[in-house]
């Protein structure tokens, strides 16, 4: 619902998108407590994966990441700090769950840098103004 809410002018500053958002940092700042419906921010949570249809920590912060009244949230600082210390030496990602239906993406393994994977965490890093790094194949 915040993903549609973020993508309107009129109400991606209203109080329904605020309480969503903060109810998601809540939830992280809570995740050792605070588990409704079982949807637990465990180790499962905090696993990089692709694509961002599953509730994770990716899916998470790229939602987020569309209120720019977020971006300076501890809480949301904390979650893009656990995601990009995953980063290797070359600036990528690499899958670290998958589902097989995606075998033949380069997302539906856990061996190598998948470009997709790697273009979502820096689009989050994009609308933060904080792009530093490309993934290199050099």
């Excluded at 993508?7 to 588990?35: M, P, Y």
């Excluded at 569309?66 to 070359?90: A, G, S």
């Excluded at 689009?123 to 290199?136: A, D, F, H, Y």
Aim: proline content about 4%; some cysteine; hydrophobic content about 40%.
């Amino acid at each position: 619902m915040l993903k549609l809410l973020a993508l309107s002018d009129e109400h991606k500053q209203s109080k329904v998108a605020r309480i969503g958002c903060n109810t998601l940092l809540h939830l992280w700042e809570k995740s050792l407590d605070v588990h409704p419906y079982l949807f637990y921010m465990g180790t499962d949570f905090r696993k990089l994966k692709a694509p961002l249809i599953w509730y994770d920590i990716l899916h998470v912060l790229d939602v987020l990441s569309y209120f720019p009244w977020v971006h300076q949230d501890e809480r949301f600082l904390d979650m893009l700090r656990l995601v990009t210390t995953k980063k290797n030496e070359r600036g990528c990602y690499i899958p670290e769950s998958i589902w097989k239906a995606w075998k033949e993406w380069d997302f539906g393994q856990k061996k190598l840098p998948s470009p997709w994977l790697t273009f979502l965490v820096l689009r989050v890093e994009k609308r933060l103004g904080s792009l530093s790094w490309k993934c290199s194949d050099e």
